[in-house]
Nanobody, 127 residues
């Protein structure tokens, strides 16, 4: 069982930055591939970014490439999402998710493949 708690959301103007954090309860976080997803009102939850167990492999949805950076610190059981050059269309509730894997470079963009989810943190970008 893994408990995930997101923080760092808030209200920011377009062009600004936020850093989301995801704290995991599990001391073996290095056995989990991690992802960030978001859900805007009236829309499905969508993939944002994912990172492999070791952090050596990352993947992003096209709309955030070059603006967002996912990272992790397995020693501290933390995962981060640095969001720069924010746009109003980035407004959503952001969720951290984890999936257990034996594969060191595994990442997933699929909501259904993740077993554990946080409660979400709201990000609002004003124009």
């Amino acid at each position: 069982q893994v408990q995930l708690v997101e923080s760092g959301g808030g209200l920011v103007q377009a062009g600004g930055s936020l850093r989301l954090s995801c704290a995991a309860s599990r001391r073996t976080l290095n056995m989990y591939s991690m992802g960030w997803f978001r859900q805007a009102p009236g829309k499905d939850r969508e993939f944002v970014a994912a990172i492999s167990r070791s952090g050596s492999s990352t993947t992003y949805t096209d709309s955030v490439k070059g603006r967002f950076t996912i990272s992790r610190d397995n020693a501290d059981n933390m995962v981060y999402l640095q969001m720069d050059s924010l746009k109003p269309e980035d407004t959503a509730v952001y969720y951290c998710a984890a999936v257990y894997t034996l594969h060191n470079l595994y990442t997933s963009r699929t909501v259904g493949e993740y077993s554990y989810w946080g409660q979400g943190t709201q990000v609002t970008v004003s124009s």
